[in-house]
């Protein structure tokens, strides 16, 4: 007599990377590493906010005077600092009541940061799904530069220069990164469609984009305010850009048609950088990438401590892959370092390379994502 097999149980046969994950994840909560920190977040926030108090307090004290660059260079990495706390509310790292951390990140980014919470969270939540996976992570689309060499080849021939030299144009570009976000910013908060408070976010972040150059052409001479404004923003853009570059830039890229699961996805286009502790202040815990894409809402201070459960997986072969490489490996090109025959930061394309790499191979590319 013939038998066949019942469906129901072809699909409860064990997938191997699912309970990988969630043994993983049964270490993680056992050992209370998901557990909220308040206290660890009040405290980084009175130390931001006495020092960004302080950095006011000498603007005011110190006059007409070109040591104001260095209170607008405060301001700067103060600003950015924010920037790391309001992302970790909005991963509901702080607060165990969401309403709790949606506020505070809305706070956070729109009133110091200057950047727009409901702007940011649905652009990083899709790079959260589908991080480096080509037209579903917005972090690797195409702009001022290409991060895959699809896109590379897309580009009109009036843009390849800037294509060939952007590993070296990355750096003046960094310092306007920040003014970039200001106006992606507004640019959706004033969009056609639905934006959750779309009042209360454009009255904080216009109060606070306006508040700092009203105040240095107010109380400085025209050259002072100017550089005054220019430096803060310049700070700021090139001190968020080198944090999040690295965390991504030269990892895998996946096609648009992959099926790649979770973990793999997670891990493979994700990439973490040594440093101490002082790595973990300097970039906001965002130095443990591959554990904060795999727990998003792990507060910063256990991510440490997950990175010694987390077992590295292989990677592929490749000049900027790895589970730790060096701080200043991650600001390498953006493009990938093969074929490019006597150019070191470039890239050539050649003829034919959008036909063949339009559906992608899941094969390592290297990328910038911020």
């Not at 097999?5 to 590493?33: C, F, G, W």
């Not at 926030?45 to 005077?65: P, R």
């Not at 592929?316 to 930061?345: A, E, F, I, S, V």
């Amino acid at each position: 007599m013939s038998t066949t097999s019942d469906p129901t149980e072809r699909t409860a046969r064990p997938n191997r990377v699912v309970n990988s994950y969630l043994a993983l994840q049964t270490e993680i909560r056992a050992a209370h590493l998901l557990d909220r920190r308040p206290g660890y977040y009040l405290t980084v926030f009175v130390i931001l906010v006495l020092a960004w108090a302080g950095a006011w307090t000498g603007f005011a004290m110190l006059g007409a005077s070109w040591f104001q660059l260095l209170i607008a260079a405060v301001i700067g990495i103060l600003m950015t600092q924010f920037a790391f706390l309001a992302h970790e509310a909005a991963h509901s790292q702080v607060f165990a009541s969401w309403t709790a951390n949606e506020w505070s990140a809305r706070i956070l980014g729109n009133g110091f940061t200057g950047i727009s919470y409901a702007m940011w969270q649905q652009k990083h939540t899709r790079h959260h799904v589908n991080p480096n996976v080509i037209d579903k992570d917005p972090d690797i689309g195409s702009g001022t530069m290409v991060f895959h060499d699809a896109a590379a080849a897309e580009r009109p021939r009036r843009l390849r220069f800037i294509t060939r030299h952007q590993g070296f144009l990355l750096f003046p570009v960094l310092p306007f990164l920040g003014i970039a976000l200001q106006i992606d910013s507004f640019r959706y908060l004033f969009r056609r469609g639905e934006v959750h408070r779309r009042g209360t976010e454009i009255a904080i972040l216009a109060t606070r984009v306006l508040a700092v150059p009203v105040l240095a052409f107010w109380l400085l001479p025209l050259g002072h305010a100017t550089a005054f404004v220019g430096v803060q923003q310049a700070v700021f853009g090139v001190y968020m850009g080198m944090t999040f570059a690295p965390n991504h830039k030269g990892m895998t890229i996946f096609p648009a048609t992959s099926t790649a699961d979770f973990l793999t996805r997670q891990v493979l286009s994700s990439r973490n950088i040594t440093g101490g502790r002082f790595m973990d202040v300097l970039m906001g815990g965002l130095n443990h990438q591959v554990e904060h894409h795999l727990f998003p809402t792990m507060p910063r201070p256990m991510l440490r401590r997950a990175a010694r459960i987390v077992p590295p997986l292989p990677r592929p072969r490749h000049p900027l892959h790895g589970h730790h490489p060096p701080r200043l490996l991650g600001h390498r090109d953006p493009l990938p370092q093969r074929r490019r025959p006597r150019t070191r930061l470039g890239v050539r394309v050649p003829a034919g390379a959008a036909r063949r790499h339009s559906t992608g191979t899941g094969r390592p590319h290297g990328m910038m994502g911020t």
